[in-house]
């Protein structure tokens, strides 16, 4: 199933599929081209792996400047929380972990596509 929002008072649908869902941070910084960040997720930390398919995918779309801070450096992350401040056009993601990944946008456009129910 495919979520696709570009309004973010509609945030709170995306929010719902990923919240308490595992990402790599890793991974999350590897994988921003043609302005699309693309944040594999899953349910369980071992998930995650390359072979396993219970991955969901979290994108961002528009994007123009990709800020992470890890005062952890742990890797795995939970998401807590994701905001997103019109005036600045970015889109912060909160782990429990303390983590925090500003991702900064020209227009707002996500989608998320679950690889699990």
């Known amino acids: 199933m495919e979520i696709v929002i570009t309004d973010p008072g509609e945030l709170p649908k995306i929010l719902d599929k990923v919240h308490d869902k595992w990402f790599d941070l890793d991974k999350l910084k590897t994988v921003m081209a043609r ?17 396993s398919g219970h991955k969901a995918l979290l994108s961002i779309h528009n994007v123009t400047k990709l800020e992470i801070d890890d005062p952890e450096r742990v890797g795995f992350y939970d998401i807590n929380e994701i905001d997103f401040d019109r005036v600045s056009g970015c889109i912060k993601i909160t ?10 946008v020209e227009k707002f456009h996500m989608s998320f596509d679950s690889g699990f129910a």
């Not at 782990?95 to 900064?104: H, Q």
């Open 95 to 104: 782990g429990g972990i303390p983590s925090e990944i500003r991702i900064f």
């Open 35 to 51: 302005g699309i960040v693309n944040i594999p997720v899953a349910r369980k930390q071992g998930d995650l792996s390359e072979n």
